[in-house]
Every structure is written in structure tokens, then in C-alpha cells.
């Protein structure tokens, strides 16, 4: 939080007290008889334009100079803020104007601080009047001083202490020094809760974000007391009580103790719980349009249950947005209860105000620095001059989302003056990094100078549009790869990805015989939309492989090489189709994924199809839990009578199929030693997501626990459950400035002799 002076208007005042006392104190105060000014002579000015002075007389030449016309002269050159000390000398018929110009402040700097950030502060400093080439004033600067001692308490630093030096230097000028002792944060050392019998004191502890210094602590930073955090867990037990039926509920106070050294806080609430109250009817009151059925059954409480304000707050925002659903932008709906405290009932009468229809006037797009609006505006449901509807607005909001190109993403509905069936609306966007950048650079005996970059920009140049570039030099491996991806290709919504890859590359096998291969790809896909959540995908590609010496090959390889030659086409058509119904790309917490894309090779010297079925799904669980299952089936198939081609094979182990096995380790095992992968592959993952103490809302980063189950299998053999491997574990999750990265430790449950075991694994990129 960067402190935020206080400005305008006491300033004014400060300035106005000054020149009520220069204009009682100054010798201008004696009467003077009026008379004609035949010439103005400012003094005094060494900095100051003359122009800024004469601007602001209320007096020019030729003019009658009288008391009046002073005293307002010297009241207007002190509100300008640019002199000290003002005065008016009259000789003969002259006016003389002598001023005492402000020093100006050269240099504003910090010693000490660490708990803000410079530059936000000095921007906030400046936009109070305290800043590089503005004048200086004492009572500014004071307060300034107050206020970030007041930033420095709310952040529990209770022995912050703040110093401003000032510094004459040449030319009137001042440079300032604020001096920073920040100390230690203050701790809250205990919370403890009285009054409470229906639910014991650690169970309602734990519905509270200040919490005494834990090991996690170093991180949350809920140990750190704030009024604003403290009010906020208040109302947290409040929520937590009224969901269960306490809805006469109460705080009975609050006292916050500090200690005499200022490091430790000692938190203690007391409470009244009342009695629990289960409703009996829940009453529909007011305009519902004639659709009572329909709101009816949008509500979420039923007779019998225990009261739950949760529940109630969610069945009138269902409302409020099917309302807005009929284009009744500003619906209201009130809740009331009618409690009964001799039985301990509750009917809950619900009472809509639909208001008036309205409909949109005008989209405007905000906070976008890089991304140009029509990126925006393309993912918008809701049409500028079409009637309202929060349905199609939360769908624009969702699809603006699964962009991931924003941190944020917010829409506002503000009123049209003097129209009072229009609104506009404005969409708020936070941006974050798009892009990724990898670098790399080495040197050796054997392979010389080698270089490696890969970089990915998935809003390139702010067009929405995605390109990928991969290098590298090393003498091992050789790759050239291109990818762009235009998500309106047409602007119907119909996409376009062009993958061009160029791959060389050396390699070693268990005996220390080395061998190459070489892969050049060109392909093209296109997606058609067909529905919000549904596209099609359709693509055609060229694919050249290459073997060279077949010294060392491994013996899948060599057969390749024999069956289709050292040098072989293929022709895959590829055909997919692809709903995506989360909330959420990089952090889902419901919804589902389903996919399913066939590739067959027509032509070529390669004959083969390949099908990949995948199905994805969240769950959001009490206690901000999210469980998340993955399920994921390869099959290939070689054609014209000839095995499916070992470079075209699925991989298993490792992270995105079965954790704590080796990267792609399961499978068919070469005689030389390689893992060769397989025609057809299964594998089930499950994860059950924590969300991290004291992270609040924070869904960047999460702990998980895993279960996986899977295998990769040769075409002739059959997918069996008895050879499947397994594994469960532990794992972090976090949206880092370079990508999702998951880091998982986990343990074999089935495993076999020859298996190679990796329990540690991390990865950067990757969902399941």
C-alpha cells in the first residue's frame, strides 16, 4: 500500500491563514489615498516569472489603486504558493511589488526504507505538492511525515519512527531527506475467542486470517495485525455463525493489547451466539414479471434446513442476474427475515424491485496498455444498442478469462445521464506477462560454443495472436521450430496455426554407439467454432523423417529404417474437436474439459492413424477445496499391412501421465536400452487442491495431493489393468512470472523390477 497524502484543499487553507497574517502584518495595511498607477515594479525575483506576478495583481497600469485593491493583490500572490513573504511599497504613483521567493525543492529522497516501494511513493508525494522543480513548504512536508507514519502502523511497524531532513543548497533550492526507522513488525502473538459454545474456539480460529506467528508466517504474513484485517475476520465469524443459523448473532467487543516494546499483539473477541433458527417457508414478494415459477426455482434454501445466509445471498443475486438475463440492469431484491423466538423459525420473504429495462449504449475497454481493444471487444457477447443481458456479460467475462492475457477482468455498469433506459459498460482489464524467454549458452571440448533460446509471446504485439520461436546450436541437437497461432483468422472466430519445425540430432545409445535422426515438419490447422465452448479442428501437414548411420541405432529405429527407408513421408490429416467449459485455463476451479483428435496419414510412405481422447473435469469443494480428475486414452495403428511408426509412439511417466516414474520411462524398453514409448497408452490422474494459509483468495499458488494410474503398451499388446503402474503423492502448484509450474515428490504404489523411479519431478507448462 503506498501512502496517500492529503492535499488541496488544506493547503489552501494553510496559504490563506499565511497571507491573512502578511496582509495584517505588512506596511500596505496603512491607508493610502487612492490614486492612478502610472507604473508596476516588481522585486525580489530570481526564479519567478514577472509574467506569473502581473497575472495574478488584480491591478494594471492606469488603473485606481486603493486599500482593497492590496489586499487582495497580496492575497492572490500568496495563494499561488510561490512566495514566502509579500509586500507593497508605494512610491509616488509607482507600485512596488517586492517578494520573498519559496525555495524549490531540488531533490526528494529515502534512507531506510524497505517496507514501500520507492517510486509509487515519490509519485504520490509529488501529486501532494511534494516533488523535484515544486516549491517547498514546511507544513507539507510535516504532514507527509505523519501520513507515512500512519502507512508504517497500519503494516503493524509500531516503532517506525520517520525523520525529515532539510538541506539548503545554492540558488534557493532545498533538497529533502526522509529518514526511515522502520524496526521490526509487530507480531500477533495471540487470538483468542470467549463466549462461544456451539462451536469450539479453534474451529472458529480457523475461519479467521489473523492468526498468531506460525511457520508459514514468513510467507502470509498473517501475523501481522491490521484494523482493516481484524474487521474483515470479524465478519468472517459473523458469516460463519449466520450460515449455520445464528442469525442474532453479535460481537461483544474486541480488545487488541499491545506490548510495551511494540513486537507482540495480543488479539481477544468475545461473542454472542444466540440461538439457531431452521426456516420454514421462503416467501416470494414484489414484481417478478409474471416468472414466479421460474424464480422459485432458482432458490437455494429449503423448508426444514437451518438458516444460511450464504444461501440467501445467493439466491438473490440469481435473481438479480435473471433479471438482468430480461434486460433489468439495476433489479433489486431485498432480503428480510421473519424470525419466530419461541420456536427458533425463520421465513424468508424475498422482495424484487425489477426497476426499469435498459439497454447498452456503449462498451468501453480500460487498463489495456498492450493489448488493443479489439482483442477485447472481439470476446464480448453483449452488443453495443442490444438490451441488456447478464448472461451473454458473465459470458464475455468468462471468455475475456480463458484468454489468460489479464490478471483481472472486471465489468462495470454505469448509468447514462439524463437516459434512464440506457447503461454503458466498462470493462476494467489487469494485463499481465504473456510471454516466456528462455536463454542459454555453453562451451565445450566437444561441441564447442552451443546456443539455446525458445521464446513464446502468447499476445504478440498485443494482437491476441501467439508466436513461438525454438534454437538450438548444440552439436547434439539442432532445432529450428516456428509456431503462430491467429484465434481470428476470419472474423467469424475461425483459427489458424502454422507449425514449421526443423530437427537434427545425435544421440547415444547404452553401448556408447552414437546414431542420428532428422525430423522437418510443416502443418496447418484451422478451427471452427460452433458454439461458445465447442470448436472443430481440421489440419493437414508434411512430415519428413530422416535415419542416418545406423551405427548404434536403437532396434525400433532400425526397423523403421528398413520398412520405410532412411528418408520417409508422411501426409497426416488431422481432425479434432475440443470443448472447453472451465473457469479458469491457468487456475480451474470448475467446469469441464473434453477433447478428442484423430490423425491419419493418407499418403506418403508412412500409412498409420493415431487417436487421442482426453477428459478433464473440476469440482469446488467446502472449505475452498477443489478436486480435479484427468483422464487421458492414445491409440495408433500402422497401415498397408505395416507396424505404427516408433517416432509417432505415446510416452508415459513423469508429469502429465504417472508422477514419481522417470520422464517418459514407461513403456516399450529398446534392446540398446532406449525408451521407445508405445502404440496405445491410459492414464487416470486425480488431484485434490489446498489452498495455502493466510493466501486469502490467492489461487496462484496451491497445495496438492495426486493419485495417478497409467502405462503405455506395443500394438499387439492389449490395454490390461493388471500391468497398469501407480503413484500418489504431494505437489505445489504456482502461476509463476515464466508459466504454470508444478513441482510434485511422490512414491510408486504398483510398481515393477525394472521400473526407474524419480520421485522428485518439476515442470514448467503443464495442467495435470
Not at 506477462?433 to 542459454?440: A, R, Y
Not at 537434427?504 to 458454439?531: C, D, H
Request: aromatic share 10%; glycine share 10%; proline share 4%.
Amino acid at each position: 500500500m503506498v501512502p496517500v497524502l492529503p492535499g488541496g484543499a488544506p493547503r489552501a487553507v494553510v496559504m490563506l491563514i499565511a497571507a491573512a497574517a502578511a496582509v495584517a502584518a505588512a506596511p500596505a495595511a496603512r491607508a493610502v489615498t487612492p490614486f492612478v498607477i502610472k507604473d508596476i515594479r516588481v522585486e525580489g525575483l530570481s526564479r519567478t516569472d514577472p509574467g506569473s506576478v502581473f497575472a495574478a495583481l488584480p491591478f494594471r497600469i492606469g488603473d485606481t489603486y486603493t486599500d482593497d485593491k492590496g489586499s487582495a493583490a497580496l492575497r492572490a500572490l500568496f495563494a499561488t504558493g510561490l512566495f514566502k513573504d509579500v509586500r507593497i511599497d508605494i512610491e509616488g504613483e509607482v507600485t512596488v511589488i517586492i517578494v520573498d521567493e519559496r525555495a524549490i525543492i531540488a531533490n526528494v529522497a529515502f534512507v531506510g526504507l524497505r517496507e514501500f516501494d520507492k517510486d509509487p511513493l515519490l509519485k504520490s508525494l509529488r501529486d501532494n505538492g511534494i516533488g523535484e522543480g515544486l516549491p517547498y513548504d514546511r507544513a507539507l512536508i510535516d504532514r507527509a511525515e505523519q501520513e507515512i507514519k500512519r502507512q508504517y502502523l497500519s503494516r503493524s511497524l509500531y516503532g517506525a519512527e520517520v525523520t525529515t531532513t532539510v538541506t539548503p543548497i545554492e540558488r534557493n533550492r532545498v533538497n529533502i531527506t526522509f529518514t526511515m526507522n522502520e524496526g521490526d513488525a509487530a507480531r500477533v502473538s495471540s487470538v483468542t475467542v470467549a463466549g462461544s459454545s456451539a462451536f469450539s474456539e479453534s474451529t472458529l480460529l480457523e475461519q479467521m486470517e489473523l492468526s498468531a506467528t506460525g511457520w508459514f508466517s514468513w510467507y502470509s504474513k498473517n501475523d501481522r495485525y491490521a484494523r482493516s484485517k481484524l474487521n474483515a475476520d470479524l465478519e468472517r465469524l459473523r458469516a460463519f455463525y449466520i450460515n449455520r443459523g445464528y442469525l442474532e448473532f453479535g460481537i461483544e467487543s474486541t480488545q487488541v493489547t499491545i506490548s510495551p516494546d511494540k513486537q507482540s499483539i495480543a488479539i481477544a473477541i468475545s461473542v454472542r451466539e444466540g440461538q439457531p433458527y431452521t426456516v420454514t417457508a421462503v416467501r416470494l414478494e414484489g414484481d417478478y414479471l409474471g416468472k414466479e415459477a421460474e424464480f422459485q426455482e432458482l432458490v437455494q434454501l429449503r423448508p426444514g434446513e437451518a438458516y444460511r445466509g450464504e444461501a440467501v445471498t445467493s439466491t438473490a443475486r440469481a435473481f438479480t442476474e435473471r433479471f438482468g438475463q430480461y434486460g433489468y440492469a439495476f433489479a433489486r431484491v431485498d432480503q428480510r427475515p421473519e424470525i419466530d423466538r419461541a420456536t427458533g423459525q425463520v421465513v424468508v420473504v424475498l422482495t424484487a424491485v425489477p426497476e426499469r429495462r435498459v439497454y447498452v449504449r456503449r462498451i468501453e475497454v480500460a487498463g489495456n496498455t498492450r493489448t488493443r481493444d479489439e482483442v477485447i471487444r472481439r470476446e464480448f457477447r453483449q452488443l453495443e444498442a442490444a438490451w441488456y443481458d447478464a448472461a451473454l456479460i458473465r459470458l464475455s467475462k468468462e471468455r475475456l478469462n480463458r484468454l489468460a492475457f489479464f490478471a483481472e477482468v472486471e465489468v462495470e455498469t454505469s448509468e447514462v445521464p439524463g437516459a434512464p433506459d440506457q447503461v454503458d459498460l466498462v470493462v476494467t482489464v489487469k494485463e499481465k506477462p504473456t510471454g516466456n524467454l528462455n536463454l542459454g549458452a555453453g562451451y565445450s571440448n566437444a561441441e564447442k560454443f552451443t546456443f539455446t533460446a525458445g521464446i513464446r509471446q502468447d499476445n504478440a504485439f498485443g494482437t491476441g495472436n501467439s508466436l513461438g520461436l525454438e534454437i538450438n546450436t548444440s552439436k547434439t541437437q539442432q532445432v529450428l521450430a516456428i509456431n503462430t497461432y491467429d484465434p481470428y483468422f476470419t472474423v467469424d472466430g475461425i483459427s489458424r496455426s502454422i507449425d514449421l519445425v526443423y530437427r537434427k540430432g545425435r544421440a547415444l545409445n547404452q553401448l556408447i554407439e552414437e546414431y542420428e535422426t532428422g525430423n522437418q515438419r510443416l502443418g496447418i490447422t484451422f478451427g471452427v467454432p460452433f458454439s461458445e465452448y465447442d470448436t472443430v479442428y481440421m489440419g493437414l501437414a508434411a512430415d519428413r523423417q530422416e535415419i542416418g548411420s545406423a551405427i548404434g541405432l536403437p532396434l525400433a529405429y532400425l526397423n523403421y529404417r528398413v520398412l520405410f527407408g532412411e528418408k520417409s513421408m508422411a501426409y497426416p490429416l488431422t481432425l479434432g474437436w475440443a470443448r472447453d467449459a472451465r473457469d479458469s485455463v491457468l487456475v480451474p476451479t470448475a467446469g469441464r474439459y473434453q477433447r478428442v483428435n484423430f490423425e491419419y496419414s493418407f499418403a506418403g510412405d508412412v500409412r498409420y492413424t493415431r487417436t487421442n481422447l482426453q477428459y478433464q473435469e473440476y469440482w469446488g469443494l467446502p472449505a475452498r477445496l477443489v478436486l480435479g480428475l484427468n483422464a487421458e486414452l492414445g491409440w495408433g495403428k500402422g497401415l498397408g499391412g505395416k507396424p505404427f511408426p516408433v517416432f509417432k509412439n505415446f510416452y508415459g511417466g513423469g508429469l502429465g501421465t504417472v508422477r514419481a516414474f522417470e520422464q517418459g520411462s514407461l513403456g516399450v524398453i529398446d534392446p540398446t536400452g532406449a525408451y521407445i514409448g508405445g502404440a496405445k497408452r491410459f492414464n487416470l490422474n486425480s488431484e485434490l487442491y489446498f489452498p495455502v494459509p493466510g493466501t486469502g483468495n490467492d489461487k496462484s499458488l496451491r497445495i496438492f495431493a495426486f493419485a495417478d494410474a497409467g502405462n503405455v503398451w506395443r500394438e499387439d499388446e492389449e490395454i490390461d489393468g493388471s500391468s497398469l503402474r501407480a503413484s500418489a503423492g504431494l505437489g505445489l502448484s504456482w502461476i509463476s512470472p515464466v508459466g504454470p509450474l508444478k513441482l510434485s515428490w511422490g512414491k510408486p504404489v504398483r510398481v515393477q523390477r525394472n521400473d526407474r523411479i524419480q520421485r522428485f519431478q518439476f515442470q514448467i507448462g503443464t495442467a495435470f
